[in-house]
């Protein structure tokens, strides 16, 4: 792979020579990709060796194509980074709202929701290992905790939704 790099530097590409460095995790996969990319466009194996032999035998055809890729994988960096910058531009604006219930809802049911969840959790477990019936008095309790818990999610995906179509449009 090394070579592949030298190759990738050598004809002006360094971030799909960045990305070959990669070893494991995403940046693994992603330079998985690159070579599949590169062999396709070339029409050779998508293997290192092939692809340097596609160099060898063409360079001027690999220098071009390979430039080509690199413009198309620098847009997507651009694009993804300029999303990332807008989300925080959101997350920025929701914190600084002169709406109070804009600024605290994520926190608040960021916090209040999965301890509602762990206590359901805990309570059922500690039932269940120590064996104790779940007597007729304990039944309107879950009949009331249930649907609290569901409107309680269902209010709080309506709201992300309504936020989501907001932010998507451009309002805050």
């Not at 590169?38 to 063409?58: F, H, M, N, S």
Request: proline content about 4%; overall charge neutral.
């Amino acid at each position: 792979m090394g070579a592949l790099v030298s190759i990738l530097l050598s004809v002006g590409a360094p971030i799909l020579a960045g990305i070959l460095k990669s070893k494991g995790g995403k940046g693994g996969a992603i330079a998985g990709d690159v070579i599949e990319v590169v062999a396709e466009r070339l029409g050779a194996d998508a293997t290192p060796q092939a692809i340097e032999e596609a160099y060898k035998a063409d360079p001027e055809v690999f220098t071009q194509t390979v430039r080509t890729i690199e413009t198309n994988y620098a847009a997507i960096a651009r694009a993804g980074a300029e999303a990332h910058m807008a989300y925080i531009e959101l997350a920025n604006g929701d914190r600084n709202s002169a709406d109070l219930l804009t600024r605290v809802w994520r926190p608040i049911n960021g916090f209040l929701f999965p301890v509602g969840c762990l206590i359901i959790v805990v309570t059922v477990c500690v039932m269940l290992l120590s064996r104790i019936s779940v007597d007729a008095s304990v039944l309107p309790l879950i009949g009331i905790v249930v649907p609290v818990m569901t409107a309680w999610a269902g209010v709080v995906g309506y709201y992300v939704g309504q936020r989501t179509k907001e932010k998507t449009t451009g309002a805050t």
